[in-house]
């Protein structure tokens, strides 16, 4: 079984940078693509970035594009989220996933990780 943890949430300030990581364990094997995924209080979880395992090809949501830099150590099997100029409105409990899909959608992905909260804030 697959098993996916968040780490490196925490408080920053806006413009600040934060990185976070997603550790998976288990059948590392069993995913084509994984992603990153936040929820804002009050507000449905949409998708943030994704990388595919395949080509390491990525992809960012608009609100993020030139701000976040998703990346994946293979050897480790990890995946990392690098956020910068952060604004309030990034202020989420972030998720990463995975599928056996080449892509990734909120519906369509197989496992999820416990999330880890990010807050910007002054």
């Known amino acids: 079984q697959l098993q996916l943890v968040e780490s490196g949430g925490g408080l920053v300030q806006p413009g600040g940078s934060l990185r976070l990581s997603c550790a998976a364990s288990?059948?590392?094997?069993?995913?084509?693509?994984i992603g990153w995924f936040r929820q804002a209080p009050g507000k449905i979880r949409e998708g943030v970035s994704c990388?595919?395992?395949?080509?390491?090809?990525?992809d960012y949501e608009d609100p993020v594009k030139g701000r976040f830099t998703i990346s994946r150590d293979v050897a480790k099997d990890t995946v990392y989220l690098q956020m910068n100029s952060l604004k309030p409105e990034d202020t989420a409990v972030y998720y990463c996933?995975?599928?056996?899909?080449?892509?990734?959608?909120?519906?369509?992905?197989?496992?999820w990780g416990r999330g880890t909260l990010v807050t910007v804030s002054s």
């Open positions: 990388i595919t395992v395949s080509d390491g090809s990525t």
């Open positions: 996933a995975t599928t056996t899909r080449a892509y990734c959608t909120l519906s369509g992905m197989d496992h």
């Open positions: 288990g059948s590392t094997l069993d995913y084509s693509a």
